[in-house]
């Protein structure tokens, strides 16, 4: 590949994470080396149109829903050659596009199929392990399948949750304790989470979880601290070091992640030798069985008597601002933001270059068929 690698970044999106994700699509297109990389800023907005013209991050700032004319985005079929042609520069197909999207619609598998078919390499994780990253209840199946610590939950649907709340009730109160969580299977950035402290906090919790997605999970409540690893590769993942995260506010929602910044993030965490190893080979572990690629940051749970380790759940597109905590936790590896940006684009190019090796037809020139 000559010259500059051509970048599409693609944010925004129709999730409830919009907002995150401009955040972290400033950072990526900031520090991508002008001298390596022509960045072609793509903006979805929440109402699913593709920005192109203009300036399209100030437009999704600015409110923007509308697609303007000559902001078109081509998809080509496949055809051996890169297949997204943007705007104007019809003709001049994307190297390689790095989506920033958080949440469903983006990080969920969508948008990977329909690179997929096109033929463009993509930074991250391919159709599958997106999807099984997104589903928690999914997630966490495969998980147990696999012997990792994951602790107490319950998967229901919001059809027999609106059919029998008092029955999922009494289910979810014979299986775990309070406190628990209630949360969408579904989204992401804590979005949609609920603490349940007793019985008459349950309907309210799981209803709200309802509103985000058709499958809600309920988890276990665990006095532990929250850590979290990094992951980066493709056949061959290795792990960050460990960090801690110490909410502000009574657990890591929403407002304590991006709107009260009074939580404090200790990089890297205060853990045993032993222990920080332990979560490094359960986040490897969790990233293959997933079947994930480049990159993905990986949550846990840590008894505070250090007794036990439980895997939370696997984030395929991390926060990817500065402060984000995947892109510390590989500073702190002695990997700077930017030579982060450089190998996950190198990991999407090798995934690329392997995928082409497989066979697509039955049968190709000199080929036999035996009958």
């Not at 300036?55 to 081509?74: K, N, R, S």
């Not at 109160?173 to 007793?198: D, R, T």
């Not at 030579?339 to 995934?351: P, S, V, Y």
Request: charged fraction near 20%; glycine fraction near 12%.
């Amino acid at each position: 590949m000559g010259g500059k690698i051509r970048v599409g970044v693609l944010f925004g999106g129709q999730s409830s994470e919009h907002e995150v994700s401009l955040a972290s699509a400033r950072s990526v297109m900031s520090a991508l080396d002008p001298q390596k990389y022509e960045v072609v800023p793509i903006g979805i907005t929440k109402g699913g149109a593709w920005l192109t013209s203009g300036d399209p991050m100030q437009a999704l700032q600015d409110g923007e829903q509308t697609h303007p004319a000559g902001g078109e985005v081509e998809l080509v079929p496949f055809s051996g050659l890169p297949g997204v042609q943007v705007g104007a520069e019809a003709g001049k197909p994307l190297d390689l596009m790095f989506p920033v999207l958080h949440g469903p619609y983006g990080e969920d598998g969508t948008v990977q199929g329909m690179l997929e078919l096109a033929g463009v390499p993509y930074v991250g994780a391919g159709v599958l392990g997106s999807a099984l990253g997104m589903d928690k209840g999914v997630m966490k199946s495969l998980f147990i399948a696999d012997g990792l610590p994951v602790a107490p939950y319950l998967c229901v649907t919001r059809a027999g949750w609106e059919a029998d709340p008092a029955g999922v009730q009494s289910t979810a109160e014979e299986k775990l304790l309070y406190p628990m969580f209630a949360k969408p299977a579904n989204m992401g950035s804590s979005v949609g989470i609920g603490k349940i402290h007793g019985p008459e906090e349950f309907s309210r919790a799981v209803h709200d979880a309802a509103r985000y997605d058709r499958r809600i999970i309920i988890e276990q409540g665990l006095d532990a601290r929250e850590c979290e690893c990094a992951v980066l590769g493709n056949d061959r993942p290795v792990a960050s070091v460990v960090g801690e995260i110490v909410p502000g506010n009574e657990f890591y929602d929403y407002r304590a992640k991006y709107v009260d910044d009074n939580s404090d993030l200790i990089i890297p965490a205060l853990l045993p030798e032993h222990t920080a190893e332990e979560i490094r080979q359960i986040a490897v572990a969790a990233f293959q069985a997933i079947d994930c690629a480049g990159m993905a940051r990986v949550d846990f749970f840590v008894a505070r008597d250090l007794s036990a380790v439980w895997i939370n759940e696997i984030n395929t597109i991390p926060g990817f601002t500065r402060i984000s905590m995947y892109p510390k936790l590989w500073e702190a590896s002695g990997l700077p933001y930017s030579q982060l940006l450089d190998r996950l684009i190198a990991l999407a190019l090798e995934r690329h270059k392997d995928r082409l090796r497989n066979k697509t037809a039955l049968l190709e020139a000199g080929d036999a068929l035996d009958v």
